[in-house]
């Protein structure tokens, strides 16, 4: 449409009003300020239509806006790498409140935004209530996302008295519920059970006087669709069923080995289990090595990933001895020490290992075709209790097939002192990865006064970060004593430095065994696929475990 001639017949109109505005009445200049911003608005919504984002289906400006809003974790622990809802991207806690600002760019982003009620399902504690009554009533009969900590959201009564059928996720902290509601009930607020799907209950300060004396059920009805669970901190089990459960994550509570196996057994679909800090009874008499016949045993054959941490040894000991845990499974073990591994039965993942590599953070990975376990001490170790850990630790692997290691650097033991622990423990060893900086305690260990020689497998040795800590010199003496002893390396390869300084090396040495590959070859562990697919976790295997990289 050509608006040339219009616009000739507007500008005469405008310029009149310009010159009489002063002269005109109140309600008159009202009149006209309503009809020109009506006509402005019109015009800029048209102007609008025009711009070719605004012409994307409704549903791909849902999907965009959903990435703008970023995910929110209601209940930060002090360790930044942890977060209390163990998943967060199932729990899908979404920042809403950055949602506000592309409401304010035009009508027609407000409209698409305001009209998808996928976007404003998260309601938490620290929202104003009209923010959350906001949330509410945008998110119309869309499945709610809830954190609770009692703070701005009502009573639990309220709270489930008026959005409780819409319930799909929960995560609340216990210590706040109403007090008089605990009391008065004795029992946590029976929930709607038909579509929730992800429940986390959190225990911070309560009072252990509003502590349920038996567990309460916690819905009126059957919760088909539960798939997410994580129990912390609460000192009873619910006696629900949960056929459908695939995560579920459970801390510092005491519980009877026959009520943790009977809640498995009840668990048929479990793909990951955590349990952080049980303690099966504060008896003595109860810490024993006992299997029961009359004990479930669950079959979990869908599980891919154990994490247990702080292990009661009793409980862990009785408990692995009654699970039924497939073959392809990846298990990790936070917070143990020697004599931890004294009450660990044997389990496939310790068999016919492959690879094994000693991480940075003293954390030990070990795999073989279709498991992984990796075991970690505790933090504040000190050295000579490490020592002690390591060597009780390469007694218990079965290391004879291991043919291939990774060594970063230790921070709780020197460069020689591990490889006297560990080596000696791989008698296979053919393919070793280690730091530049540690080459000079490798090539003591493999000196030719050693009597009898050892890593007679060694044929492949791989260096990582800058060569600048080795003369040439000192890889010749390397090769040479190995060729002597008739052990040749057949290969030694820089796996991350620059060409020309590794070219120099060559050439300055003249060794026919070094090879050269850049930072995209960089060596990576071969890890099962359940330890690299399915939903991450920090607190089961995360991605920076398995990665090779040396630093």
Known sequence: MDLSDPWLQIQPLLAQLEAEASTLSRSLLSDIAEKLLTTLLLVRTAFNATCPVNHLPPEIFTEIFGFCSPPLDPYPDDSPRITNTVWPSLFDFKDVGKLVPLTHVCRHWRDVALQAPSLWTTIHGRSKTSTANTCISRSQAAGLKVAYNGRSLGTATDLCRTIGPQIQTLFCDVATFDYDFVRRRSQFPELPGDIMENLGVLATALDPELVPPSPPRLWRE?????????????????????????????????????????????????????????????????????????????????????????????????????????????????????????????????????????????????????????????????????????????????????????????????????????????????????????????????????????????????????????????????VASREAIGYPLQQIIFMDAEPTIVLRYIESADLKTVRLRGPDDASVMPMPEVCTVGVSSPHFWPKQWYKAYLY
């Open 222 to 478: 059957d919760i088909p669709l539960l798939k997410v669970l994580v129990w912390r901190g609460i000192q009873w089990f619910p006696v629900d069923k949960f056929g459908n459960l695939t995560h579920l994550f459970i801390e510092r509570t005491t519980v009877p080995v026959a009520r943790l196996l009977g809640l498995l057994s009840d668990t048929p679909r479990l793909k990951d289990l955590g349990l952080y800090n049980l303690c099966e009874s504060d008896s003595s008499e109860s810490r024993t090595r006992h299997s029961s016949p009359h004990a479930p045993r669950p079959a979990l054959s869908h599980l891919r990933r154990l994490s247990i941490s702080n292990p009661d040894e009793s409980l862990i000991y009785n408990l692995l001895t009654h699970l039924v845990i497939p073959a392809h499974v990846a298990i990790s073990f936070e917070d143990c020490d020697a004599s931890t591994l004294r009450w660990l039965p044997p389990l496939e993942a310790f068999q016919d290992l492959t690879c094994i590599r000693i991480s940075s953070d003293d954390s030990v990975v070990a795999v073989n075709t279709s498991t992984a376990v990796r075991f970690h001490t505790s933090s504040d170790i000190q050295r000579p209790q490490y020592r002690t850990w390591l060597t009780a630790l390469m007694s218990f692997l079965h290391m004879g097939a291991v043919r291939e290691v990774w060594l970063e650097g230790m921070l709780s033991l020197g460069e020689k002192t591990r490889l006297e622990i560990l080596l000696p423990a791989i008698p296979s060893l053919s393919v070793l990865h280690i730091r530049c900086e540690s080459f000079l305690a490798l090539k003591g260990y493999l000196s030719l006064s050693a009597d009898p020689p050892r890593c007679t497998h060694l044929t492949s040795l791989r260096l990582f970060n800058s060569p600048f800590s080795i003369w040439p010199e000192e890889i010749s003496e390397l």
